[in-house]
């Protein structure tokens, strides 16, 4: 079975310009999250979405941070305009519905966003 | 909120036993996990106790108690490739599963 998809794996980008992350979670997964994970802060949730619906957005660091789930197999995490401090691997994972047993998250392997 | 700590890192012989320990304190609380990422790649699951007592899984177990907010996570005969950093993460209570993860402990295998 495919795993949580990420695009792209690797990106380098100037200060000012408009970066966007894309990830397809597993299919059947009803909730997709998005990480943030630098070495001073750790893994930090952005955000998350269940049944493509934003349910907390309080991670996300700042206004020109923004994300979205057109539908069930595709979100963006867009950065505009980006910034050094930006730079960082973001992780989307997702999961299935509920809480019963171990159900729990998968990542994908992240996009390492390198911001000069 | 959540507020995880977990050692920063950790020092360990192959073949031998290490145990790593997080604790945590939370408005919510249903259930413990225990994610593994090796350098450069992604966490993978490895454990989840949402009950107390211990979980048993090869040669990785996973403690839980929830009176004391503790929990640690046990690796046996250790092999060079448990070299990684292993997350410590809570899930809130709430019909989500959000995971708020401790920074992380990361663990060096020598020979």
């Known amino acids: 079975d495919a795993g949580v998809i990420q695009s792209p794996r690797h990106e380098v980008t100037e200060m000012g310009q408009e970066v966007t992350l894309r990830c397809k979670p597993i299919?059947?997964?009803?909730?997709l999250f998005w990480y943030r994970q630098t070495m001073m802060r750790g893994l930090e949730l952005l955000i998350y979405f269940n049944n493509n619906v934003p349910i907390d957005d309080s991670g996300m660091p700042e206004d020109r941070f923004s994300a979205k789930m057109p539908n069930a197999s595709f979100s963006t995490l867009k950065i505009q305009p980006s910034e050094p401090r930006d730079s960082a691997v973001y992780f989307c994972a997702s999961s299935p519905a509920g809480q019963g047993g171990g159900n729990t998250i998968y990542f994908g392997e992240g996009s390492w966003l390198t911001v000069v | 909120g959540q507020n995880i700590d977990q050692p920063t890192e950790m020092t360990a012989t192959e073949g031998a036993i290490v145990q790593i320990n997080c604790t945590y304190q939370?408005?919510?609380?249903?259930?413990l996990f225990w994610y593994q990422q090796h350098a450069g790649e992604a966490p993978t699951f490895l454990s989840y106790?949402?009950?107390?007592g211990l979980e048993e899984k090869g040669r990785f177990s996973s403690f839980l108690s929830r009176s004391k907010g503790y929990s640690y996570l046990l690796l046996k005969e250790l092999q060079m490739k448990d070299s990684a950093s292993y997350l410590c993460a809570v899930r809130e209570a709430g019909g989500y599963n959000k995971l708020i993860f401790g920074a992380g402990t990361r663990l060096a295998v020598h020979p």
């Open positions: 299919s059947g997964h009803n909730s």
């Open positions: 939370t408005s919510g609380f249903n259930g």
């Open positions: 106790n949402v009950l107390d």
